[in-house]
């Protein structure tokens, strides 16, 4: 009982002994409180409508049309071009006469065969034969038969004209140049036939950039081909025997002379 008590009395003194060193011990400090980020309220979102989708039209195809190629010409050599450009003689139907021709000749025409030639020893001359006089300068066309008819006058021309006569296979129609006046010189046409002559070309000279083409008819006398001088070349033309209708063959852009008709005249 007394080593209980004492027991209880050392504990009480342990506890008293504990509880005076903590009162003399020094205060524990009091941690200070940090400051902590107060989260910023944020606004509800306010809802939208959601869009409705609008359905979009599907374009169709549009055919596209493929072009057509074109030839492409060949291009073609150009000649150089003289230093002076020619004049473009234009066709004309003027000085124009009435000739007459006899029936038989005409019929004679269609079943004989002729011969046409000029002649110039017999040309008439002027003034009184007692009394010499130049010679007049008129030469005569004439056609002949042989062995069937005589001579036959024509035509009387200028004698410049010479040579530069030229009938038709056909025999009714021949062309001739007349070197005359300006207001007369050029190659004309006399149609047997029809009885009718006039000039179609007003040309000074069938010499043609330095060459000498004869016009040439057709087998049945329905054209006659002529070379002319254009602006920078020659060209072969055709003409009708009533001087319509000039059509030039071709354009090449050179010169082209010496027309021959084919026997069929095509």
Not at 52 to 61: D, G, I, N, Q, Y
Not at 228 to 251: C, F, Q
Request: with cysteine.
């Amino acid at each position: 009982m007394i080593e209980r008590r004492s027991l209880l009395g050392i504990a009480a003194s342990l506890l008293l002994l504990g509880t005076g060193c903590q009162a003399l011990a020094a205060p524990t400090p009091t941690p200070t409180p940090t400051a902590t980020a107060t989260a910023s309220p944020t606004q509800t979102p306010t809802a939208t409508n959601t869009p409705t989708a609008t359905a979009t039209s599907t374009p169709t195809e549009t055919a596209t049309i493929t072009p057509t190629p074109t030839d492409t010409e060949t291009p073609t050599a150009t000649l150089p071009p003289t230093s002076t450009p020619g004049v473009t003689v234009g066709f004309v139907y003027d000085n124009w006469q009435r000739d007459e021709f006899a029936d038989s000749l005409l019929n004679s025409l269609e079943t004989l065969p002729f011969i046409a030639f000029i002649n110039q020893n017999n040309r008439d001359a002027t003034g009184d034969v007692r009394t010499p006089q130049p010679e007049n300068t008129i030469q005569t066309l004439y056609y002949v038969s042989p062995g069937v008819t005589g001579l036959v006058p024509i035509l009387e021309m200028p004698v410049t004209t010479g040579t530069q006569v030229y009938p038709a296979p056909s025999g009714d129609v021949f062309a001739y140049f007349r070197q005359d006046t300006p207001a007369l010189t050029g190659l004309y046409v006399v149609d047997l036939a029809a009885q009718f002559s006039g000039r179609v070309l007003p040309v000074t000279s069938l010499l043609q950039r330095g060459i000498i083409s004869d016009p040439v008819w057709a087998p049945d006398g329905s054209r006659l081909a002529v070379t002319l001088a254009t602006a920078y070349d020659l060209d072969i033309y055709t003409i009708g025997r009533d001087g319509i209708n000039p059509a030039p063959i071709v354009r090449s852009g050179a010169y082209e002379f010496f027309p021959a008709w084919s026997p069929d005249g095509r």
